[in-house]
């Protein structure tokens, strides 16, 4: 049986008094929300915190609000309130697609939509997701000087390697805000080996358009080795072009093109390089459709 190291542990009472927590214990003290990532890596040895700060209790961090155009997910939001929200279905269906997909409803019930995207695993489903739709995160700090401050990061500029995000050993991740546009249509694809797995690979698209013109785009790809889980220069090939299928299909294999996946246990890269093009203009159709072709405001 795998054991954690000896470790503290201490119930947090209020973001300030997580930040303080994380302030005194220093570098070696690790938040813990829903513990489906942290855990399993203690129990493996791959982290070992000498403290443990439990954030469970802080109830605020766990709502959602749809205010002014921003869809505003808490970081202790579990996977299951994301995915039984009706107004999330309505306002960014990618996002119920993503959640649908990730693991098994134990984990969803637990797991949180912050840990997730702190833990920054390059097969995280949220982390193409949050990327294709621009969301932004809020995070919470405590200067040196003991200001409090809060900072916002774009989402494309939150993650900075495998495993690693631009929040600070001292930081909290509080908020994600999503920005909603009632013209866009969004849509989530996963290929997994087996229901409920780890992405082989997925694709996030949302598409806004004038007319039968894109005029903003936004693609995100998950477990492909995409520089910041973004298909950039898809997305500059797409913008300003007429939303149809043959240019959907181009803007994959631009996608696929500028990813690098590498082999591992769930698949060849070039295999994998084939889904990225293959999903992204599968994102793409679904998304446009239910941007009012089809399915409108509505998650499937
Ligand atoms: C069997 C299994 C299958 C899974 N399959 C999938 C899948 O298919 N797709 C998918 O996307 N995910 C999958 N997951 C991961 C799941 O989504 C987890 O919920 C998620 O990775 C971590 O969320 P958590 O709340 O459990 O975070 P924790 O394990 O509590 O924390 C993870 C990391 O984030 C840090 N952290 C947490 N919250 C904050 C915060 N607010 N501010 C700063 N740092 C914070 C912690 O210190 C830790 O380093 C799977 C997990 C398991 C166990």
């Given at each position: ?72 997910l808490g970081a202790l ?38 840990g997730s995207v702190c ?176 399915v409108k405001w509505r998650?499937?």
């Open positions: 049986m795998q054991v954690p190291a000896q470790f503290e542990y201490q119930r947090a009472t209020s973001v300030e008094h997580a930040i303080a927590l994380l302030n005194r214990h220093g570098p070696e003290s690790r938040v813990v929300a829903g513990g489906h990532s942290l855990i399993p890596m203690m129990k493996l040895r791959l982290a070992q915190p000498e403290m443990l700060i439990d954030i469970n209790d802080l109830t605020e961090l766990a709502e959602l609000h749809f205010q002014e155009g921003t869809l505003r939001l579990r996977h299951a309130d994301l995915l039984a929200s009706p107004e999330v279905g309505l306002l960014c269906p990618m996002l119920h697609d993503a959640e649908r997909v990730i693991a098994d409803p134990v984990v969803r019930n637990r797991g949180t939509v912050g833990q920054a695993d390059p097969s995280e489903d949220l982390s193409g997701a949050f990327c294709a739709l621009r969301a932004v995160a809020v995070i919470r700090g405590c200067s040196n000087a003991g200001e409090a401050y809060t900072r916002t990061v774009p989402m494309r500029e939150f993650f900075t390697g495998p495993y690693q995000t631009v929040v600070a050993d001292a930081e909290l991740l509080v908020e994600l805000q999503v920005p909603i546009f009632p013209d866009a249509g969004s849509a989530y694809v996963k290929v997994d080996r087996r229901s409920g797995d780890w992405a082989v690979a997925a694709a996030a698209a949302v598409v806004r358009f004038d007319g039968d013109t894109v005029t903003d785009v936004g693609i995100g790809l998950t477990a492909v080795g995409a520089r910041n889980f973004v298909a950039l220069e898809a997305e500059e090939y797409l913008r300003g072009r007429a939303a149809r299928a043959e240019h959907f299909a181009e803007a994959g294999r631009i996608a696929a093109e500028h990813c690098s996946p590498a082999d591992d246990q769930r698949g060849p890269a070039d295999y994998k390089r084939h889904l990225a093009g293959e999903l992204t203009a599968r994102a793409l159709e679904r998304a446009v459709a239910r941007a009012g072709r089809g998650s499937r």
